[in-house]
Nanobody, 115 residues
Framework: VQLVESGGGLVQPGGSLRLSCAAS????????MYWYRQAPGKERELVAG????????NYADSVKGRFTISRNNAKNTASLQMNSLKPEDTALYYC?????????WGQGTQVTVSS
């Protein structure tokens, strides 16, 4: 089982980034997918989630209207489009897959929003 995040980097406030999560080793289309983030000195928090078929999404209040989660079950990928980025969005972003009692995590990709 593997989840590999990519797309992080350094961006100026107001900029955009698109994170991707490539999944392998499990039946991706059966799993709900989530993006979490963890800033230094803070607890990991849920950013966004999408149901297994992609019909339902949810977002943290802090990112609603700025971030969009999506998935492509044919390619076993999940994405997080992040627009209007703020310095407080700076964190290590993790991809997470959940189904029943199974849960898998990626290693994370760093997003830094700074001028």
């Amino acid at each position: 089982v593997q989840l590999v995040e990519s797309g992080g980097g350094l961006v100026q406030p107001g900029g955009s980034l698109r994170l991707s999560c490539a999944a392998s080793g499990f039946t991706f289309s059966s799993y709900d997918m989530y993006w979490y983030r963890q800033a230094p000195g803070k607890e990991r928090e849920l950013v966004a989630g999408i149901s297994s078929a992609g019909g339902s999404t949810n977002y943290a209040d802090s990112v609603k209207g700025r971030f969009t989660i999506s998935r492509n079950n044919a390619k076993n990928t999940a994405s997080l489009q992040m627009n209007s980025l703020k310095p407080e969005d700076t964190a290590l972003y993790y991809c997470n897959a959940k189904w029943a009692w199974y849960a898998y995590w990626g290693q994370g990709t760093q997003v830094t929003v700074s001028s």
